[in-house]
């Protein structure tokens, strides 16, 4: 089978397990015999080689990733869109696809599917792992944001008015069919549905791993030593993440006299102001012998990671759609400790799989894993 996809982003340029996701995906169903290309965004294009196969680097994002520049939104967005649009028709004409499945869409135009829905009737599929279709444009988000400053606003007012008149002329955004859409947690599907943004007939397609990586390690590892516990984060670091709520619960575990039995390396980059204030935290609760830092490491160093370790902490409070890291953890023999947000309910089952904590409750993490130092046997049962 002929499949094009269409996302925003595409590895080694990502932002996180979506965008990995779709990597994975295309190499196996390639693997099966299908003949699979990539259409997505230009950003960094000049960083990778000359020659990738079947991705297609050529797309205008929205905006850049890290700042709005509200000029570019009159001077270049109406020509970025015509070349997005030229774009998109000559490699559906040049691939001749059966299928177009949509990805990721996060500042890409919504016109793109909406084209493709017209150009290839009944043939446009979508899978959603995460809430674009009812987030709000990027134009729309820094057009209705006031100016920080009296002056600010006083100016961007009645450019403000122009974008909004511009966006209304054009239709934009445009209502998608979303005619063949997959979910990748029903806590997704049944948002979606609600707030109006897909059909009622949207399906749930569970996502998965590769778990040969984190498997390999497990035969050869030694569990839960000395009465200790080495607790792992990996991701991304921003507040939405919760890292600081797991610095909050070994400060708590500090308290009690028990935080010499704990150790937490937190694995990943992110916002730099984050990071510092992670880093501040750690001294302020005095725990420099506890914690360590480890900057972001190539996706295939992972697995041999999470075999040093013997708890992953979820600790997300936004409600992630379905979290690969939890499952990358579990296929490598972790006991999780995990947030009940977003599809995370419909995987962690409290006292069977996992150890779970409302999100946010620090003092909820803490009891968990004194909880876990208490019980032995309960560790290994849930692993």
């Not at 507040?239 to 610095?247: E, N, Q, R």
Request: aromatic residues 10%.
């Amino acid at each position: 089978m002929r499949l094009l996809f269409l996302t925003n982003l595409y590895p080694p340029h990502e932002i996180g397990g979506y965008e990995q996701w779709c990597q994975e995906v295309a190499v196996r169903l390639r693997a099966k015999g299908h003949s699979v290309s990539i259409l997505t965004s230009r950003l960094r294009r000049v960083d990778l080689p000359d020659s990738e196969p079947d991705v297609i680097r050529t797309l205008h994002l929205q905006a850049d990733l890290y700042q709005y520049r509200p000029i570019d939104f009159f001077l270049k967005r109406a020509g970025q869109e015509r070349f997005n649009k030229r774009e998109l028709r000559r490699v559906i004409d040049e691939i001749n696809p059966e299928l177009l499945v949509v990805w990721g869409m996060w500042n890409l135009s919504l016109n793109l599917p909406y084209w493709a829905e017209q150009w290839m009737p009944g043939r446009v599929a979508y899978f959603v792992s995460s809430y674009w279709p009812d987030d709000i444009d990027i134009h729309a988000e820094y057009w209705r944001l006031p100016g920080n400053r009296a002056l600010t606003e006083l100016c961007k007012k009645p450019a403000r008015a122009l974008a909004f008149a511009q966006l209304r002329r054009e239709g934009y955004p445009p209502a998608l069919a979303f005619e063949h859409a997959v979910c990748c947690s029903h806590y997704v599907r049944n948002t979606l549905v609600q707030a109006g943004k897909l059909p009622v007939q949207a399906a749930v397609l569970y996502g998965g791993i590769d778990t040969e990586p984190f498997i390999r390690h497990v035969e050869a590892r030694e569990r839960f030593q000395d009465n200790t516990l080495s607790l792992l984060f990996f991701g991304t670091l921003i507040p939405s993440k919760g890292v600081h709520v797991a610095l909050e619960a070994l400060g708590l575990l500090k308290q009690r006299g028990i935080s010499e039995q704990v150790s937490l390396t937190i694995l990943g980059s992110g916002h730099p102001d984050y990071e510092a204030r992670l880093h501040t935290m750690v001294d302020t609760l005095g725990l420099q012998g506890n914690v360590h830092f480890v900057k972001r490491i190539p996706r295939d160093e992972i697995p041999l990671w999470l075999s040093r370790c013997d708890v992953f902490l979820f600790t997300s409070s936004w409600a992630e759609p379905m979290a690969r890291t939890v499952m990358e953890a579990m296929a490598a023999g972790l006991l999780v400790i995990g947030s009940e947000v977003g599809g995370q309910v419909e995987m962690l089952v409290n006292g069977e799989n996992a150890l779970t904590f409302e999100a946010g409750d620090a003092v909820g993490l803490a009891n968990q894993i004194a909880y876990v130092l208490d019980e032995p046997e309960l560790r290994l049962r849930l692993v």
